[in-house]
């Protein structure tokens, strides 16, 4: 990940992958036993595609997208029950269309969202919006340094518009920086 950082800081976006402890919080309270589509955005290492790929139903699709060619084939080969899919968040909605997959029941993301530019973010959102089912969720985390600045407040508040209600928010201590997870679910 470091390695991989420095290449390309705006999009990997860290210099660690997350703790297992934050992975563990980021899915703990989905049902993805019960669920047919799963989406995870940003899997890089696969800290969250693990705790994922073990949780998933018989008969779920998981989707883990990713920019980095060297990622998406690490993916690929470490979890043969999950799709790893070079490409952007950002086309989410056509990616789901193209393997006529039913509207996600989760989208888990660990996309860098404090260094992405701003259109994408907002590409990013809309495609969330546009292709989770009513009741599905989407959760990411905030680091609880960033949490009060005016562009983690706005990212927020910008996910709440589109999915029609407010977080549900935990905080992970054990990891470095510790983070808040927070889960929306689409009214
Ligand atoms: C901070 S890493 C997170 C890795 C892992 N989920 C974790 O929590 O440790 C962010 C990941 O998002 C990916 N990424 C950045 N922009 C993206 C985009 N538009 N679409 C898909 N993946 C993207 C990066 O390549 C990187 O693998």
Redesign the pocket.
Known sequence: MLGRFMRSPR????VA??SRALAAEMVRDLDLSGAQTVVE?????G??TRAIAERLGPDAHALA????PE?VAAIARKFPRVEAVCG???DLQALLQARHLAPADHIIS???FAS?PGE?TTA?LDAVAASLRQGGTFTTFQYLNGYPTPLATSFRQALTARMGAAPVRRVVWRNFPPAFVLTWRHQ
């Not at 999009?11 to 860290?14: D, Q, S």
């Not at 997208?65 to 980095?68: A, L, P």
């Open positions: 999009t990997v976006g860290a992958p997350s955005l940003g899997p890089g290492t800290v969250v997208i990713d920019v980095e990622f952007s968040a950002a660990g996309l860098p992405l994408m990013i």
